[in-house]
């Protein structure tokens, strides 16, 4: 048998008789990201839905000065409430999302048709609260607008005095796209899958193999170093890709069970989207593999690459975060950078925007050449003398 | 048949190999004895190809290690210093993984180990997982795995390190077998005993350098001391890191 095989077929059967390597592989890993992924998105969506749908809840100050407009603002929807003691304290402690304070000057202001004031004491930086704020908030402004009309015709003016512009909204979002923007983060999900996926081997085969002393000897067989580390690199790619595929076969599955519907979104998750990412992602696998494998060369000891690797786990955040902070337009450079083109190449698979083959070849071949490159370097250091001597 | 000449190696400004030059015969085991620190398992280290020497050179069976290391390797069998198992692998699996390494068909390979796991009297711990090995299981573990490939020469660094008596005992008996066997049995140690006990050759080094090279006999006599001991502490003009 082809040494590279032998190597590659002893590390995946070692690795998997280690319990705490496969479940992290095979469970932790690749389901419990984009399960908790799909399971926050379902609480956040359904409790803004409920919000919309209930009635509101609206403390009130000074009820009794506005009577027209509490029985507008019931009407609309409200539940009128008592207001706590101390309404600015009660919306900084969270104790309400809201409070509406009606002065005592209101229905003075009110009778002789002048501006009436009326308070909404709330907090912005509260973003849960801010659904509450806008549809209160709607709701005064619509009461004021129909009493001005109202005056207005009373004096025998027509409505559109007072509304020179009108706004019509034209949203050219597809559904799908509506999604996407939600889930910007589902491809740092799956490149953190084949992360973890490969994290256990990368450390088991180079500090781990060091630290343990079984390199030397494991060296002085008659074979090439790059023949040692290509078949390990290839047993932490098996694993990391295996975990990958779960991510994704995990991620379909959960996906379906996601109220994108109620938000009049569409997700393009289906086999096609699973292929595709899959392509995209394979030389990303290899490129991460090698790069763990590289950094943990370096290492003296496990815990000591386990600390490098956690570190290494911060980079695939980086075009995520920038995206998400700087949504530029997809330029075709994208493509050629590894996991930014994974991440652009993403995205627009889920919005169900078109990836040409051109595209996704770029984005195949740049990362396959950088994972070329990673491996070229990690040989490098695998024939240096400083490697084998485990003390 | 492991021919030195003149190796030098030196870890920035340690020389730790200054010089050195020794032969070992097929049929004979020799002994390389020196303190702590002389530089003995950096001279098998070149031996065996882990590391390159700066000037000199090494010659396993008329093979330059320098021009084909691969098929210097495959007639050596090495026990390095460093010896770990493979925890979750039985320690059939640990050897049956290096004589793969080592190309040899299945039907070699089961007649091998077999061989070896009957000569090393380890048939109760074959098929155990190398996880909570004594020292003494694992060192044969570890030696059954470096001569899979049946090689002419074998290189043991320190091999009794840790052994208590009994396990000693038994591999002093292994090795005056392999050399009964007609091989090259070149080990290291810091122990004067031992080396007298086995060795037709002793190559004593210090300060990276061989100070003698003489049959035990030839050695007594060259220093007129008594014993072994005094006359390594004469020939090493110190007592310092003697660990007899």
Known sequence: MNPILTIFWKEVRENLRDRRTVLNTLLTGPLLAPLLFVLLINIAVTRELDKAEKPLPVPVVGAEHAPHLIAALKQAGAEIKDAPADPERAVREQDADLVLRIPATYAEAWAKGEPAQVELIYDQSQRDASASVA????????????????????????????????????????????????????????????????????????????????????????????????????ATSAFALTSL????????????????????????????????????????????????????????S?????????????????????????????????????????????????????????????????????????????????????????? | MIEVRDLHKAFGAVKAVDGVSFAARDGEITGLLGPNGAGKTTT?????????????????????????????????GVLPDARGLYKRLSARENIDYFARLQGLDEATRRARIDALVDALDMADIAERHTEGFSQGQRVKTAIARALVHDPNNVILDEPTNGLDVMATRAMRTFMRKLRDEGRCVLFSSHIMQEVGALCDRIVVIAHGRVVADESPEALREQTGAASLEDAFVKIIGSEEGLAA
Not at chain 1, 204 to 233: C, F, H, W, Y
Not at chain 1, 319 to 338: E, G, I, N
Not at chain 2, 54 to 76: E, S
Request: proline share 5%; net charge positive.
């Open chain 1, 135 to 234: 549809r209160l908030r709607g709701m005064l402004e619509a009461y004021g607008q129909r009493t001005g009309v109202l005056r207005l015709v009373a004096r025998g003016l027509s409505s559109n005095t007072i509304r020179p512009v009108v706004v019509a909204n034209r949203d050219q979002s597809t559904a799908q796209a509506r999604g996407g923007l939600m889930f910007s983060m589902l491809p740092y999900f799956f490149i953190l899958g084949a992360f973890v996926g490969g994290m256990a081997l990368a450390i088991d085969t180079t500090a781990g193999e060091r630290e343990r002393q079984s390199l030397e000897p494991l060296l002085v067989n008659p074979l090439g170093r790059g023949a040692i580390l290509t078949g390990k690199l290839g």
């Open chain 1, 302 to 391: 496990f815990r000591e690459a386990q600390t490098y690797l956690s570190l290494l786990m911060f980079v695939p955040v980086i075009p995520t975060l920038l995206l998400s902070m700087f949504p530029l337009k997809t330029q075709a450079w994208m493509y050629a950078v590894p996991l930014l083109g994974q991440q652009v190449t993403l995205m627009r698979l889920l919005r169900g925007d078109v990836v040409t083959p051109a595209q996704l070849a770029l984005c195949f071949a740049a990362t396959a050449l950088a994972a070329l490159l990673a491996w070229l370097a990690a040989t490098q250091v695998y024939r240096s003398e400083r490697l084998a001597i485990s003390g």
């Open chain 2, 44 to 76: 098998l280290r070149m031996l065996y190809t882990l590391m390159r020497p700066d000037r000199g050179q090494v010659v396993i069976d008329g093979i330059d290690a320098a021009a084909d290391p691969l098929a210097v390797r495959r007639r050596l």
């Open chain 1, 245 to 300: 595929l779960l991510s994704i076969v995990a991620f379909s599955v959960a996906g379906q069970f996601m109220p994108t519907g109620r938000l009049g979104m569409s997700l393009a998750i289906g086999p096609r989207f699973a292929l595709l990412t899959l392509v995209a992602m394979l030389p990303l696998v290899v490129l991460l593999a090698t790069l763990q494998t590289l950094a943990a060369a370096f290492a003296k």
